[in-house]
């Protein structure tokens, strides 16, 4: 049962400063907004987690809402509720002078609750904002801001805080709670806490890296950090070296060692799983490391860390030394590594990768991603028709591999398959594609017949998940008459597939697109909704970042000129003044070979060169610092074969 806990008698707040404060703010809080705060017990160990019921409720008949906010970045949601306690002298925050001491930003939200049915009541635990420096008897009452223009003040809460029993304390540092190892606070706890920040970048590992920080055992805990950093098996995540890096700037101000340095140095004397995890912290922190150290050492990290290297950082794993785990990983039964070992593998020995990929299309015996088995550069595979038809006859083939590799020798099989499927609730244009390239009379009507479901309007999401496979003659004839439709995601969709994979013959019909898109919004431009500014922004995106050709500075203030909006006219503006100097290449993260060249996507080296090449002979270009060494010679070499210049 909660224990709702009385006020002080009326004659003990003559003298009282903090009650005295109390009482003015409740005199000045709204009378239609009451804010409770109730805990479970009158004593706690010094230490012991304090749990708070918080509720706001309404008064009367007026309609209040509040916040529903109940979680920030780091869990404590400061702002919305502040904790006065007393004797403040006796009491802190636990972060403060830490990062963190303001709260983060982000987080979990419950929208707007009305309180007019029912109070708004959820749990906080006190230790996250008040730490208790040594037993006593205390107060605290809470301020909330839930409720716009209202501030609401709750009872006042009083008890007591005891000396923790030795054993009980023991017991709470061997279950190894992050969050009740905070709230102990003893060198004990603290050290436990340190340990936990073994487990990588998790919610434990974070409430270890809070703990840590906010510490009154800072001291004794920065060179525990230190000497552990070297040893040989201890993991070292980035959240430990983040951890280690902010401890010393609380402990030693302006001191800055190179604790990642000290890290590359030891790295070699590390053992088992923690030189694996060590290795790709460095990698993650773009410290050169040994691709052969990596590829022997890769096994040894946890599965999401394998993928989460093997996506994200591919360029640095790109080396022969990789073969031998990467046919590992390809030959394990399930899981998302098979599909990211086959692409790479591919890279690396494209022979070996497309074997397999032709086996898996014709009798597969994996569940492999459609990004692994779209991997080959031909338009078509003929030879596996036969065997791509019979499995979608048995409902076993994704209906993208349809339209990315079988020919029209297998019209009719697909088209009594198509026929025969029941309507569902969902739509797919993927085999209108097909039909398209093979019998353009079919693949329009039925395009246009599921596009009249308001789910399937926009056909930019299907032909994206195709990629430049899904075009056609037809379907860009049609897409071109798309872009007069009265549905704006229709036309939206057009433009989108249109810009990323038209032909040059496009350009015009976007141009006259945005040109009566300004000439109808003319005069006003206030009335443009969210979806008008979209589709005008979609407009510009697939007249400048389409890879049929480049638009030069002049081109771009025809379209700043044909702006109905200041977001057009400010983001067309931002590519003008990049226009005017060397042309930036920069590398997508993930760990692939997909290039942005000013605003237009390549994907991969052969894309990047023929983008190039529509550039006039001479055009100097820019290197993203993001660039690894490795893919940034390439680059280089590329431009540089194409004709133009790279600045230093």
């Not at 970045?73 to 403040?88: H, K, S």
């Not at 939206?492 to 496009?506: M, Q």
Request: hydrophobic letters at 45%; charged letters at 25%; proline letters at 7%.
């Amino acid at each position: 049962m909660r224990i709702w806990l009385a006020l002080f008698a009326v004659a003990a707040m003559a003298q009282d400063a903090f009650l005295d404060r109390w009482r003015a703010l409740r005199a000045m809080e709204t009378a239609e907004l009451r804010l409770a705060v109730s805990t479970s017990k009158q004593e706690y160990y010094l230490g012991e987690a304090i749990p708070l019921t918080i509720r706001y409720s309404a008064v009367g008949n007026t309609p209040i809402t509040v916040d529903g906010r109940l979680q920030d970045r780091i869990g404590r949601l400061n702002g919305v509720e502040q904790f006065v306690a007393d004797p403040a002298g006796d009491t802190e925050d636990p972060l403060a002078g830490t990062i963190f001491e303001q709260g983060g930003l982000g987080g979990l939200s419950g929208g707007p609750i009305p309180l007019a049915r029912q109070p708004f009541e959820f749990a906080r635990t006190l230790n996250d904002w008040v730490r208790f420096r040594k037993p006593g008897t205390f107060r605290v009452y809470v301020i909330g801001r839930r409720v716009t223009g209202m501030t609401a003040v709750s009872n006042v809460l009083t008890f007591t805080i005891v000396p923790a029993p030795a054993a009980w304390v023991d017991s709470q540092i061997r279950q190894g709670d992050p969050d009740t190892l905070r709230y102990l606070d003893t060198p004990e706890a603290a050290l436990a806490l340190a340990r936990q920040l073994d487990d990588g970048d998790n919610v434990a590992a974070f409430q270890a890296h809070l703990g840590v920080l906010g510490s009154r055992s800072r001291p004794l805990l920065l060179p525990y950090l230190e000497g552990r950093l070297t040893a040989p098996d201890q993991p070292v995540w980035p959240r430990y070296l983040d951890t280690l890096q902010r401890l010393e700037e609380l402990v030693h101000p302006g001191r800055k060692t190179g604790y990642i340095e000290r890290l590359r140095a030891a790295v070699n004397r590390k053992q088992g799983a923690a030189r694996a995890i060590c290795l790709k912290t460095l990698v993650e922190l773009g410290r050169p490391v040994s691709p052969a150290a990596l590829a022997g050492n890769l096994r040894a990290l946890p599965e999401r860390e394998q993928v989460a290297l093997l996506e994200t950082n591919w360029g640095v794993l790109r080396n022969p030394a990789m073969l031998p785990v990467l046919r590992e990983l390809y030959a394990l039964p399930r899981g998302p590594l098979p599909s990211i070992a086959l692409r790479r593998l591919y890279a690396l020995a494209p022979e070996e990768g497309r074997a397999l990929i032709l086996s898996q299309l014709q009798k597969p015996d994996k569940n492999l991603a459609w990004e692994a088995l779209a991997l080959l550069p031909d338009d078509s595979l003929p030879a596996l028709d036969e065997a791509l038809a019979a499995r979608l006859e048995a409902g076993s083939l994704d209906d993208r591999l349809i339209v990315r590799y079988a020919t029209g020798a297998i019209l009719n099989r697909v088209k009594q398959v198509y026929r025969a499927r029941p309507p569902g609730p969902g739509c797919s244009l993927l085999l209108p594609f097909y039909f398209l390239k093979h019998d353009p009379r079919f693949g329009e009507a039925e395009l246009r017949r599921t596009m009249q479901l308001p789910a399937c309007m926009d056909m930019a999401h299907d032909v994206n998940s195709v990629g430049r496979s899904a075009m056609s003659p037809a379907l860009e004839q049609i897409a071109i008459s798309m872009l007069a439709s009265p549905y704006v995601p229709v036309k939206r969709g057009a433009a989108e597939t249109l810009g990323r994979y038209g032909s040059a013959a496009v350009q015009e019909p976007l141009w006259e697109t945005l040109a009566y898109f300004r000439a109808w919004w003319k005069g006003k431009e206030p009335q443009i909704g969210q979806d008008g500014l979209a589709f005008e922004r979609t407009l510009r995106l697939a007249l400048v970042q389409s890879n049929a050709w480049v638009l030069d500075v002049d081109a771009l203030r025809k379209i700043q000129a044909l702006c109905s909006s200041a977001w057009c006219r400010q983001e067309t503006g931002e590519w003008i003044a990049e226009a005017a100097g060397p042309v930036r290449i920069s590398l997508l993260p993930g760990g692939g070979e997909d290039f942005m060249v000013a605003q237009t996507l390549c994907e991969g080296y052969v894309a990047l060169e023929r983008r190039l090449h529509m550039y006039p002979r001479g055009t100097t270009f820019q290197m993203d610092a993001a660039i690894r060494e490795e893919g940034r010679a390439t680059t280089v070499q590329i431009v540089q074969r194409v004709g133009h210049r790279v600045q230093p």
